[in-house]
């Protein structure tokens, strides 16, 4: 990944943080890290 794709996805990913802080309270920001952290579980749990 050169340097300027790394720079291109940092600001498109913060605004898209920023967005969904001033459009939603950041409500779906938690909603993915609740999926995340189930997906973790699920994954931890096929693992053993």
């Given at each position: 990944m050169t340097d300027r794709i790394a720079l291109?996805?940092?600001i498109v990913i913060t605004a898209l943080v920023a967005t969904d802080l001033l459009a939603?309270?950041?409500e779906a920001l938690l909603f993915?890290?609740?999926?995340?952290t189930d997906l973790i579980y699920y994954l931890a749990f096929w693992r053993r």
């Amino acid at each position: 990944m050169t340097d300027r794709i790394a720079l291109g996805l940092a600001i498109v990913i913060t605004a898209l943080v920023a967005t969904d802080l001033l459009a939603n309270s950041g409500e779906a920001l938690l909603f993915l890290a609740h999926k995340l952290t189930d997906l973790i579980y699920y994954l931890a749990f096929w693992r053993r």
